[in-house]
T-cell receptor
Framework: DVKVTQSSRYLVKRTGEKVFLECVQDMDHENMFWYRQDPGLGLRLIYF???????EKGDIPEGYSVSREKKERFSLILESASTNQTSMYLC?????????????FGPGTRLTVT | GQNIDQPTEMTATEGAIVQINCTYQ??????LFWYQQHAGEAPTFLSY????GLEEKGRFSSFLSRSKGYSYLLLKELQMKDSASYLCAVPNAGNMLTFGGGTRLMVKP
């Protein structure tokens, strides 16, 4: 059974703080993704990684960075949190060889920036 | 680029059948996904269509027409637990999924 875990379910941070969201998957997947989900806007891709130390920008990378030092772990970093980054953040992983692009999602982190 | 449209909300009655439509525009088709997402939870995979036609999986079926850029998810014998958002998604190059805004389905007794 695939498992994708995220470090926190709920997080409250202040404007200007540096925020780390951690994601770990246990299925040896090559690909990992960070999305944010907002009402009316659906899921939007922030960054993805197809290998260790590799990263690619998604649709909305501004204000975010990522780190993938190990295959199982993909971190999303908000260098200086702002109120417009209040959102639900979802991590996903997948492997090119399985289910053609199918992705497995973590439970999500609801981040509130005050 | 890619564009995906699906209705924002639908309401149906327990025991009934509901069809959730999705239209898409994409350069280079690599299949279409449907995910289910209960409130406050992660999306979970429902179906993947790459060829035209209907694929049935228990109470849920998914249909694809590539020439029309159209898919639907059919839910039969609706149960209260089917109340959720249903997300349509298409992959582009490099394993990236583009999601529609999701259809929030409310099942009433």
């Amino acid at each position: 059974d695939v498992k994708v875990t995220q470090s926190s379910r709920y997080l409250v941070k202040r404007t200007g703080e540096k925020v780390f969201l951690e994601c770990v998957q246990d299925m040896d997947h090559e690909n990992m993704f960070w999305y944010r989900q907002d009402p009316g806007l659906g899921l939007r891709l922030i960054y993805f990684s197809y290998d260790v130390k590799m990263k690619e920008k998604g649709d909305i990378p501004e204000g975010y960075s990522v780190s993938r030092e190990k295959k199982e772990r993909f971190s999303l970093i908000l260098e200086s949190a702002s109120t417009n980054q209040t959102s639900m953040y979802l991590c996903a992983s997948g492997s090119p060889g399985q289910g053609a692009y199918e992705q497995y999602f973590g439970p999500g982190t609801r981040l509130t920036v005050t | 680029g890619q564009n995906i449209d699906q209705p924002t909300e639908m309401t149906a009655t327990e025991g009934a059948i509901v069809q959730i439509n999705c239209t898409y525009q994409t350069s280079g088709f690599n299949g279409l996904f449907w995910y289910q997402q209960h409130a406050g939870e992660a999306p979970t995979f429902l179906s993947y269509n790459v060829l035209d036609g209907l694929e049935e999986k228990g109470r849920f079926s998914s249909f694809l027409s590539r020439s029309k850029g159209y898919s639907y998810l059919l839910l039969k014998e609706l149960q209260m637990k089917d109340s959720a958002s249903y997300l349509c998604a298409v992959p582009n190059a490099g394993n990236m999924l583009t999601f529609g805004g999701g259809t929030r389905l409310m099942v009433k007794p």
